[in-house]
């Protein structure tokens, strides 16, 4: 012990004349200097340094994500040149029709969704050859993820050299504010490329679960593009059952099954209930079960916007039943809470169907959701 | 694609054990002058025991901090949950349920067979991951 104070007084640290102190002034001093002029430039450079480590992960995470589907296409595909047309592929994109004159807006950007889906169901169903109907809308959402985690990457990349370059703090605040978000939104996309690889349901599938449990054992027909319904009888009323056609991952039309069964069949239902899964603030349970009016449908609004002119053309309630969950469930595989959810919403909408139906009346259940993993 | 090289991944290990054996010398150094700065106050040096004390402070702090980040670093381990997915079939008819591991094919609401119990159909009703463990 007295060599180490022999020691630290050779420094000048605590001993006669304590020179620590000038040290610790003149540190202090240039600390306050270089903070005064270069602080904020030190901040963004520090930040910039924690996105950076973000940035890798993403980079990391979106070429996972690329090599799952090249290897799920090469298991349905005999072709060589699977990467580059995957590849292609995964730079796709759309252009949001202009919004100058919104008159037709929603028909335009329907027009637009269908085209590339359409577009990139071809690819798939050209490069896969072996592949079923229900393996090829796998292949799909799993090349989905891939585009989306293509483009999380690159935005996000984006942002982060612009930072570098301009060094301004401004931009550099935003993008580390928005990591957060974006990085759950990229674990949970990771989370399910497992799941739709597998064919395992997914949290988001919750709407659809419950209108393939009313529909089991009843007869199923096809009312639109990968959409079904059955017709079931719930306590003496007639019920049409709608939800995305399992076990593979659509999600259907139930914009254009309702229409169809309103406008081409001329059914007139009392009420129309829909049951989607919803996103749960922090600190709500997953599986919580809530009641509403409205279209509970998620997307960009086409489907919304159609419902809703639907049952404002011909003065049909909306009802809304949701389960909730957070991002990462919804397209994670369905947890043991969300199954408990769908329980509890199939007695609430029969409590809706008693109370707004009369006996021998008519009604539809639209189960809405990804259907990967779910039959009927 | 996205995986390091055996080249990198020994630069990266080199640079991480010197950042951890800086990290634990300030450390050491820090505690050092705490331990002094306690010995200068027990003798009423009071001017000294402040310069010991707040180049002390001032290091514990850099050092815990250069730990922390050394913990969180990128790549690094940790204790997962370990999960696998099971499936429950049950009987349309009776109380039969099962629960098995999921084996790839499986949905839900795929015919499963016959009930053991009753004979009549049994269904796929759950799928879901359950936690195993941890590695």
């Known amino acids: 012990m007295l060599s180490i104070q022999l020691v630290l007084s050779e420094i000048g640290v605590g001993g006669e004349g304590d020179n620590i102190s000038t040290v610790l002034q003149i540190v202090f001093l240039t600390f306050f200097i270089v903070m005064m002029t270069y602080g904020q430039k030190i901040q963004a450079w520090m930040m910039l340094k924690n996105i950076s480590l973000s940035v890798e992960r993403l980079r990391r995470m979106r070429d996972e994500a690329r090599i799952h589907a090249v290897r799920y296409l090469k298991e349905y595909s005999d072709r060589s040149d699977v990467e580059p047309i995957l590849d292609r592929i995964l730079q796709y994109f759309w252009i949001q029709p202009t919004s100058l004159d919104p008159t037709g807006i929603v028909g335009k950007i329907e027009h637009i969704l269908n085209l590339r889906d359409e577009r990139i169901r071809e690819e798939v169903a050209a490069i896969a050859s072996k592949a079923n109907p229900i393996q090829i809308s796998n292949i799909e959402n799993v090349i989905e993820i891939g585009i989306s985690m293509d483009q999380i990457y690159r935005i996000v990349r984006h942002f982060y050299e612009f930072g570098k370059k301009t060094k301004s703090i401004f931009i550099v605040y935003q993008l580390e504010a928005q990591l957060p978000f974006i990085l759950q939104e990229a674990e949970a996309l990771m989370g399910a490329l497992t799941a739709f690889e597998n064919c395992q349901p997914i949290g988001d599938g919750a709407g659809a679960l419950v209108a393939a449990r009313f529909m089991y054992g009843a007869e199923k027909h096809r009312i639109a593009k990968d959409t079904v319904y059955a017709d079931v009888i719930i306590d003496g009323r007639t019920v049409s059952v709608i939800k995305a056609e399992g076990p593979g991952g659509n999600v259907g039309k139930p914009d254009q099954a309702i229409a169809r069964l309103i406008e081409e069949y001329g059914r007139r239902p009392s009420i129309i209930v829909m049951v989607d899964a919803a996103l749960k603030l922090e600190g709500e349970e997953t599986g919580e079960v809530a009641e509403g009016v409205g279209a509970a449908i998620g997307g960009i609004g086409v489907e919304k916007f159609r419902i809703e002119e639907v049952a404002k053309k011909y003065g049909i309630p909306l009802y809304a039943v949701v389960i909730k969950q957070s991002l990462k469930e919804a397209i994670s595989p369905m947890n043991r809470k969300i199954y408990d959810g769908v329980y509890e919403a199939i007695e609430r909408i029969k409590r809706i169907i008693r109370e707004k139906i009369p006996v021998g009346g008519y009604g539809i259940i639209v189960g809405v959701g990804n259907t990967v993993g779910i039959g009927q | ?135």
Do not use: W
């Open chain 2, 1 to 135: 694609m996205g995986i390091l090289s055996a080249s990198g991944n020994r630069n990266r290990n080199i640079v991480l054990a010197v950042y951890l054996l800086i990290s634990v010398i300030i450390l050491l150094f820090s505690i050092l002058f705490l331990i002094q700065a306690i010995q200068a106050y027990s003798f009423y040096q009071y001017e000294r025991g402040f310069s010991l004390l707040l180049t002390g402070v001032v290091g514990l702090a850099l050092s815990l901090y250069m730990l922390s980040v050394y913990m969180k670093r990128p790549g690094l381990i940790r204790r997962r949950e370990l999960r696998k997915m099971v499936t429950v079939v049950e009987c349309i008819s009776c109380d039969y349920r099962n629960k098995r591991e999921y084996s790839y094919g499986d949905y839900v609401l795929k015919e499963h067979g016959e009930c053991p119990v009753c004979g009549k159909k049994v269904v796929v009703t759950e799928i879901y991951p359950e936690v195993v463990g941890k590695k």
